[in-house]
């Protein structure tokens, strides 16, 4: 009920500049469905295990779930994928719920044809209305207890990100395992719900995992005043470039969310150092930033602008002193007491990076601008509820172009939701046992290539 009043008083404080009535009738049809969560769920509610400080070094052994999770890590690699790829313009396998399309279709798609051919069934009640399964996912997702070391990173210009690693991993993974680095979204971490989720799945592989988070997220320090935004790549490259070089021998692969999508995917298609991924997953990316923002600025969809700029003013505000004297043309008070994200923006980010405008920031900040140049084998998974990333903003027709990219989009999913399939409702997203056997199948291809036997990768890279 805390999560029904924290939106309540939202509701009060945006009430003024939206439609009164149809923000009433959302509003209430949100806390009635929340309201009657311990009504139909009988698992207790999870709270977040937030990842270790800067100091903290934990003792080294396996990751284990609270007993919630319906999985268990293994120390062992996972078996390949099995089943046969079609040739070239056959595959047609996937349910009429689910639009697949991308130059990989055919290609890439049936060694995920086990998701692809059953009906998406979203969980009843809460997978019923995008904004309660926004809403849910968030609040009442449960967060498997993963035990991490944090690594902090020294960037160029001083500034600091941190990498968080399974702990003891370094000494009980081979050197050639597979890496997976995970991008969460705008002031996001490695505390997060989905993060986790996709962590413990991964690690079960055998994979290591590492979560990258961007300056002041997930309590990183701040050393210098300069924050993260939608248009700077410099940290992911350096990150990159610290990961290959600490596990030269080990295949590289991606996978963000929302903003941390948008950054992947621009890095991708525009960075020098996308060479060093194998393969990378698109989640609930918004593509175009433009439309997105206009999208945040409409009836309901207020509460969750206030809410991440709250989120991000909260940052800014615990490192004031690193910018009481730095003048020019930053408004350090409008971003610190940030309504909106164009406030926080507005104030410093367009600033930081050098922008004239929001706008001008928002345009060069678009992912949708730089997927046609994607050389990686690339997964794009969309929600077209989703009221966050808007399905408008896909940009459909250079995937179709693109033969290292294919796109599934599914009828619900509200934003960071997918709150569907055997693990519903708290359990992990839909997507994920998707997302690793898509991932799992690219290693085995690069893994054959390597000694000469394999053929699906040769293919997406030529």
């Not at 149809?22 to 311990?38: A, D, E, G, P, T």
């Not at 993974?173 to 680095?181: A, F, G, H, K, Y």
């Not at 963000?256 to 997953?281: C, P």
């Not at 046609?372 to 990333?389: E, F, G, S």
Request: hydrophobic share 40%; net charge neutral; proline share 6%.
């Amino acid at each position: 009920m805390l999560a029904c009043l924290y939106f309540m008083i939202q509701f009060i404080l945006i009430s003024v500049n939206c439609d009164l009535h149809w923000l009433l009738l959302n509003f209430l049809y949100v806390v009635f469905l929340l309201s009657i969560l311990k009504l139909l769920s009988r698992k207790p509610r999870i709270m977040a295990i937030r990842a270790p400080h800067l100091t903290a070094s934990l003792l080294a052994n396996p990751p284990t779930l609270i007993r919630q999770s319906r999985v268990r890590v293994s120390p062992s690699m996972a078996t390949p994928v099995s089943g046969d790829v079609t040739t070239a313009d056959q595959f047609k396998d996937y349910h009429p719920s689910l639009e697949v399309l991308g130059g990989a279709r055919d290609l890439l798609c049936p060694v995920i044809k086990t998701h692809l051919d059953r009906p998406y069934n979203h969980y009843p009640v809460f997978g019923s209305n995008r904004h309660v399964e926004t809403i849910f996912a968030a609040f009442f997702r449960n967060i498997p207890d993963v035990k991490l070391k944090r690594e902090c990173l020294r960037t160029q210009d001083d500034g600091t990100v941190t990498l968080d690693w399974v702990s003891g991993d370094a000494g009980n993974l081979p050197e050639n395992s597979p890496i997976l680095l995970l991008l969460p979204g705008l002031s996001g971490g490695s505390d997060d719900s989905y993060v986790r989720h996709m962590l413990v799945r991964a690690r079960n592989r055998g994979w290591r995992v590492v979560v990258f988070n961007s300056r002041g997220c997930a309590d990183s320090p701040v050393t210098t005043p300069q924050m993260y935004s939608a248009s700077f790549l410099g940290d992911l490259d350096e990150v990159v470039n610290h990961v290959v070089t600490r596990y030269p021998k080990a295949n590289l692969y991606g996978a963000g969310w929302s903003m941390g999508a948008n950054i992947l995917v621009q890095y991708l298609g525009k960075e020098a150092g996308a060479r060093r991924f194998s393969g990378a997953v698109s989640m609930c990316n918004p593509f175009d930033l433009v439309m997105s923002d206009e999208d945040l600025c409409k009836g309901f969809n207020k509460i969750y602008n206030r809410s991440l700029a709250k989120a991000l003013s909260g940052i800014l505000k615990k490192h004031l002193v690193l910018f009481e004297d730095i003048g020019g043309d930053y408004n350090i008070p409008l971003a610190a007491n940030a309504q909106t994200i164009r406030d926080y923006d507005e104030g410093l980010t367009r600033v930081s990076f050098g922008f004239k405008s929001v706008d001008e920031y928002l345009q060069n900040s678009c992912s949708a601008n730089y997927i046609k140049y994607v050389r990686t084998p690339l997964l794009c998974i969309q929600a077209k509820n989703d009221p966050i990333a808007p399905d408008r903003a896909i940009p459909r027709e250079d995937i179709k172009e693109n033969r290292n990219c294919v796109l599934i989009v599914t009828p619900k999913g509200g934003h960071l939701g997918w709150v569907a399939g055997e693990n519903a409702p708290q359990g992990c997203p839909w997507t994920d046992p998707m997302v690793m056997d898509f991932l799992q199948h690219l290693e085995n291809e690069k893994s054959a290539s390597l000694q000469g036997t394999g053929n699906l990768l040769q293919s997406v890279e030529a």
